[in-house]
């Protein structure tokens, strides 16, 4: 069977639809009137053999473990070339020169310029969509949630847990989804200042990249001080909360945020009015309204070139109704547009902090056990992390066991925003294009 | 110009002044303590999501555990989580913790190669290879090098380059798709060089233990010079696992 889901953003809800095909048919493709489909279905071409008459760009995806395409390995990727005696590549990765996981760019390029960039993912691949239904008690699931992208750690738990609970029908107090907004908010401000901090050092800006960099440490310092991990693992659990929120820990974080925000702000303001910097991020890595509406891309990836996308606007889960978010759009797509989204985007997010805590509901002590998950249910869940939008999708079978789970990351969408950007851009620039989107091998690769 | 100083002195000092010595806050899972007293081991056997827990004697082994606490919430009287965040060792089976061990996590001196001290002590730079980490590993290694921790101060550095580096911290389970590159990258490291695992999933596999979209064979007949537990490992534990690594012994 196939499902396709599409979030109707105006409407606030979600469309679905379903097909009975058979894994040796061969299909027309959607990507040929649409471009935002084409992941998806090289995604189903890899996992299950199903053949595109018309697809332009029929290539492997993350080259997973069970592939059904299983001729075709990682070393072997089939590479768009230009033949030309003028033009030469440039290969960069898997491994890269920074502490960062493993992906490869390859460049076409004209001296310095860049004409095309293709982006070959795959080596983060753990197999973590069949280890969900292999893993059978919640606590591992649950786990494997919280590995998916280990730098969105209450993005994809909150992910997971919501759609958990659905299935499991089962309503979240109110102390379970404040943790959840609030856990997600403060991800939100830690990733992105530690994020201005690169694009410092990737403009080789010595001064930003220490103090943004040191402005992350008393955020995800605060995750330390609440559930005992600097990343948040641990503290978003299914019907569950073993660190209730409290007024100690409200004190602590209102005193965080005060020292944080006069520091934030005083660095901020050196950095976005000095010519140097700005001269490397303006009009640097474009992705125009029309290509980025063409890819489909989603969070800052479509909040940078005028489309308001964000699930916290127009789906919104946990706390989220209360808060009425007003998405931060910005216009040019370029690397100042993701950056100063990062900047307004960490300053809403502390009125929102300060909003939650004005209201801290008190712990339910008598809590309800989550019942066995609903047999022959398809549940779907969709949460605004900080980079964006990520879905996660279970059904279950007669007796209410996993048999499918889909997990899709922010960056499914976006790779391909970053492939576009750096194209007329000289090879230089290509480091903090790619910092500006900081997107996720990890959770592409699953 | 004034600016720049101003911001610089509006941050004051913000560096760690003595790794060896630093705190972390008490809801902090660092070293766990098993305590003695009957308990149903078969239940905890069964919570642990990653098999680190096993019965009879009940012990913990840091190279599986995701450090989640769980079992501390099912049975605090029994198994608690101390701060003591000095877990790194070059010993795999110190990392398994006993019923009634409440004694420091060291290194085995007899394991450490002599030409570890005499090369490194002064200077060591390390090439990372991250094999399916899910970047919690990757930020908290960058996180050494930064103001805060700066690990810099004692010439531990990670390089861009395995022609430069002094050896290799691998974080993540390694996935079949990067073990050829690993390798690779390996090879290319000059002798002599040291190994590091940094973090469960890169010790054991940790959640992804069993799943076969890994190829762990790299470290088969490899001696590993440091074992970093931790989901992720926090730059405190490396930091010091690595100076108690390349420190001179008498």
Redesign the interface.
């Known amino acids: 069977m196939l499902l396709c889901c599409i979030a109707d953003d105006a409407a606030g809800n979600i469309l679905v639809s379903s097909a009975l095909v058979n894994c040796s048919q061969t299909l027309p493709s959607f990507t040929a009137q649409r471009l935002a489909f084409h992941k998806f279905e090289r995604e189903i071409n890899e996992n299950f053999g199903i053949e595109y008459i018309d697809h332009p760009w029929l290539k492997p995806v993350r ?4 592939r059904a395409t299983g001729q075709s390995t ?2 072997n990727y089939p590479f768009f070339r230009i033949e030309s005696e003028e033009l030469h590549e440039v290969g960069v990765g ?2 890269h ?6 992906g490869h760019f390859r460049f076409i390029c004209n001296g310095e310029q860049i004409l095309h960039l293709e982006i070959q993912l ?6 973590i969509e ?2 969900f239904l ?2 059978k ?1 919640l ?2 699931r ?3 949630a919280e ?5 969105t ?1 209450a993005g994809h738990t909150t992910a997971f847990v919501n759609l958990w609970e659905t299935l499991c029908g089962y309503e979240a107090d109110e102390d379970l989804q404040f943790t959840r907004t609030l856990a997600l908010e403060l991800e939100r401000i830690a990733i992105h200042t ?1 994020d201005l901090s690169a694009i410092c050092t990737d403009i080789a800006y010595q ?1 930003g990249s ?2 943004f ?2 402005l992350r ?1 008393p955020v995800i310092n605060y995750f ?8 948040a ?2 503290l978003i659990r299914a019907g569950q909360n ?2 209730p929120f409290n007024e100690t820990l409200a004190e602590q974080l209102l005193k965080m945020l005060d020292a944080f925000e ?2 934030f702000d ?2 901020w303001a ?1 950095f976005h009015t000095l010519p140097s910097a700005l001269s490397r991020l303006e009009k640097t890595g474009v992705v125009t309204k029309e290509q980025v509406s063409n890819i489909g891309t989603v969070g800052m990836a479509a909040r940078m070139s005028s489309i308001s996308r964000d699930i916290r606007a127009t789906h919104p889960h946990d706390l989220y109704p209360t808060l009425a978010h007003e998405p931060i759009i910005k216009h040019h797509g370029d690397v100042y547009s993701r950056t100063h989204i990062r900047y307004d985007e960490i300053k809403q997010s502390i009125s929102y902090i300060r909003r939650l805590l004005e209201k801290i509901p008190p712990e339910n002590k008598d809590r309800k056990a989550l019942k066995k998950p609903a047999a022959n249910a398809f549940s779907i869940s969709l949460t605004e992390g900080w980079r964006g939008e990520i879905c996660h999708c279970a059904i279950t079978d007669e007796r209410g066991e996993l048999v499918h789970y889909k997990v899709k990351d922010t960056s499914f969408h976006n790779w391909l925003a970053l492939a576009l950007a750096v194209r007329n851009n000289e090879i230089s620039d290509f480091p903090v294009s790619n910092k500006s989107f900081d997107l ?3 959770g592409h ?1 699953l | 110009m004034i600016d720049n100083l101003k911001i610089l002195l509006h941050q004051g000092k913000q560096y760690i002044p003595d790794v060896t010595t630093a705190k972390v806050p008490d809801v902090f899972r660092g070293r766990p303590i098993i305590h003695p007293g009957k308990v149903d081991e078969k239940e905890l056997v069964e919570l642990c999501p990653t098999g680190a827990i096993s019965a009879s004697p009940l012990r913990i082994d840091l190279g599986k555990c995701t450090f989640c606490g769980e079992c501390a919430f099912a049975c605090p009287e029994k198994i608690s989580f101390t701060t003591d965040h000095k877990i790194a060792t070059n010993d795999r089976q110190r990392l398994v913790i006993v019923e009634g061990d409440d004694s420091h996590i060291k290194l085995n001196p007899d394991l450490i190669r002599a030409e570890i001290s005499s090369y490194f002590s002064g200077s060591l730079k390390l090439r990372q290879v991250s094999a399916g980490g899910d970047n919690s590993c990757e930020w908290e290694l960058n996180a050494c090098g930064n103001v805060n921790f700066d690990m810099g101060r004692f010439g531990i550095e990670f390089v861009a380059s395995p022609r430069h580096a002094d050896g290799i911290v691998i974080t993540g389970p390694i996935t079949e798709n990067m073990a050829a590159l690993l390798q690779i990258c390996y090879d290319a490291t000059p002798d002599p060089k040291i190994i590091i695992l940094a973090g469960t999933d890169a010790i054991s596999g940790g959640i992804f233990e069993d799943s076969p979209a890994l190829d762990r064979r790299f470290l088969d007949k490899k001696q590993v010079d440091l074992y970093v537990p931790g989901n992720p490992v926090h730059p405190l534990t490396f930091i010091n696992g690595v100076l108690e690594l390349i420190r001179r012994r008498k």
């Not at chain 1, 080259?63 to 069970?66: D, R």
């Not at chain 1, 020169?97 to 493993?102: H, L, M, S």
Request: a negative charge; charged letters at 20%.
């Open positions: 080259f997973p473990q069970n990682i070393a898997p491994i020169a920074g502490v960062i996981e493993p795959g080596y983060q691949h753990r197999g069949s280890l292999e893993k008690k606590l591992q649950t786990t494997l590995s998916i992208a280990g730098d750690v530690g001064l220490s103090v960099g040191r440490t330390q001080s609440w559930c005992g991990n600097r990343f693992k641990s073993h660190f006069p520091d005083e660095m050196e996720s091998y990890c690769d």
